[in-house]
């Protein structure tokens, strides 16, 4: 969805409800993986927001029973842990404990859905100074009417975060791991609400391609306060997408989306980086043995570039806020009712930041220009498991586990330059960190 695949939280449950044939069993889960793992490693609220979702396989849709209404359930819980060393200095572990429930009901033309994920945040900084955050991130609704196959309008809700702002000690506390290659629920602590709709649309270009149009409109209230937040003011979204079945048990989509917002920055109080977002993304996904097979296999590739964004280094970031990209993929094999494979990720995040202060001379001469410049990298690597088994008819079980090893690079320069132009000093620092950990999660759907 133009909206994301979640706001702080791994976007559990899109699985199709109700029964599947065996062809399409387990398919919700494996396909699901992809879009799921992507909107969990953005680390910043803004890049969660842009991603596209990944949809439920056109043919596993197409073999539904036409049922009146079919709804589904699903109750998770993840825990994940990470190690950010600094070679020169301190460090900090992280740890997170979170849940979650999804609910989905869906009709012939109508279809509603509802998320809520309580998260307990802790950050253990370099000198043994502990923050702890615990709350929940905003409380999703969206109701989609279809029109025709392929033509839906959608009409969605955020509620803000508990809590809803953020003092400094938190917002450090967040910064600790503040950057997109690692997957954390509570960086969407501080959002406000949020209210959104949506429309796409769906052009056939013959049996096997097709082209998806979509446009979106969001508004979120200025928020009072003195604490840091998290708001988008206005933002504006629109996308394309290019699909093409290979096949009747895979398909391949090809797609471009793009988003402005105009929101203030509170005084310097705004988390938000500001401006807008550019993100391409290629995928595809299916069962490699034939429709009636039992291995499937899926692989993503995204680039994401925010433009226009003054407000990219902030306190829960880690680095500032720059282009992020990777590669994503999923083997798994159905053996009786478990299905089961491999999965494995390389993320990439590059940024850049410059800010200039007058700094007042005494006496009333000239202020003297201070000049930073901040450039950062950050990366990791994710290696896992997942596992779905199919318990009885409507009630399946999965276990995801990975472990990511990663790292970030922070150089930074500061300048100092006489009223005339002229250098008085240069001072540059670097920060090099390792990132370890990894992360597990337990869930349950319960269909009918």
């Known amino acids: 969805m133009t909206q994301g695949a979640r706001v702080g939280g791994r976007a559990r449950g899109q699985g199709t409800p109700g029964p599947v044939p065996r062809a399409c ?36 849709m197409r073999d539904l029973p036409r049922l009146a209404w079919r709804q589904s359930l699903v109750l998770r819980g993840a825990a994940r842990g990470y190690a950010v060393d600094e070679r020169r200095g301190s460090d900090a572990s992280i740890a997170e404990r979170a849940g979650g429930i999804t609910y989905l009901l869906r009709g012939a033309r109508l279809a509603f859905r509802t998320d809520v994920t309580p998260v307990v945040y802790g950050a253990t900084l370099g000198g043994g100074s502990t923050t702890q955050l615990a709350g929940i991130t905003p409380v999703q609704m969206r109701l989609d009417w279809r029109w025709r196959d392929g033509d839906t309008t959608r009409f969605y809700v955020r509620s803000g975060t508990r809590p809803i702002a953020l003092d400094t000690a938190q917002s450090q506390a967040l910064g600790a791991a503040g950057t997109s290659t690692l997957d954390l629920d509570a960086m969407a602590f501080g959002a406000q609400p949020m209210a959104g709709v949506r429309h796409a649309v769906r052009v056939s270009l013959g049996d096997a391609n097709s082209l998806s149009f979509r446009t979106a409109a969001e508004v979120s209230p200025r928020p009072g306060g003195v604490d840091f937040t998290y708001w988008t003011g206005t933002t504006l979204r629109g996308g394309v997408a290019w699909q093409r079945l290979l096949g009747a048990a895979a398909s391949a989509r090809v797609s471009a989306d793009v988003s402005r917002s105009f929101a203030g920055d509170l005084d310097g109080r705004n988390l938000f980086p500001g401006g807008g977002n550019l993100v391409l993304d290629a995928r595809t996904s299916g069962l490699l043995d034939g429709e009636d097979g039992r291995w499937f296999g899926a692989v993503q590739g995204f680039w994401s570039r ?12 880690l680095i500032p806020q720059g282009q992020f990209g990777g590669v994503q993929a999923l083997l798994t094999a159905e053996v009786g009712s478990l299905s089961i494979g491999p999965t494995a990720s390389l993320l990439r995040e590059s940024s850049a930041a410059d800010a200039r202060f007058l700094i007042a001379a005494p006496n009333g001469g000239r202020p003297v220009s201070n000049t930073v410049r901040k450039e950062g990298s950050g990366w990791s690597v994710a290696g896992g498991l997942t596992a779905t088994w199919e318990v009885v008819e409507a009630v399946d079980l999965t276990l995801d586990a990975a472990l990511t090893r990663g790292g970030v690079d922070l150089r930074q320069r500061e300048e100092l330059r006489a009223p005339g132009g002229r250098p ?11 990132i370890s950990g990894g992360w597990v999660a337990l869930e349950v759907t319960l269909r009918w």
């Open 25 to 60: 069993r387990g398919r919700g889960s494996r396909a699901r993986w992809l879009s799921l793992f992507l909107a969990g490693s953005a680390g910043s609220l803004g890049a969660q927001v842009n991603l596209p979702s990944l949809p439920p396989p056109p043919e596993a």
């Open 306 to 317: 925010p433009f226009a964004n003054p407000n990219a280094d902030n306190l829960a970031r």
């Open 424 to 434: 008085i000093s240069a001072i540059e620092t670097r920060r090099e960190n390792t």
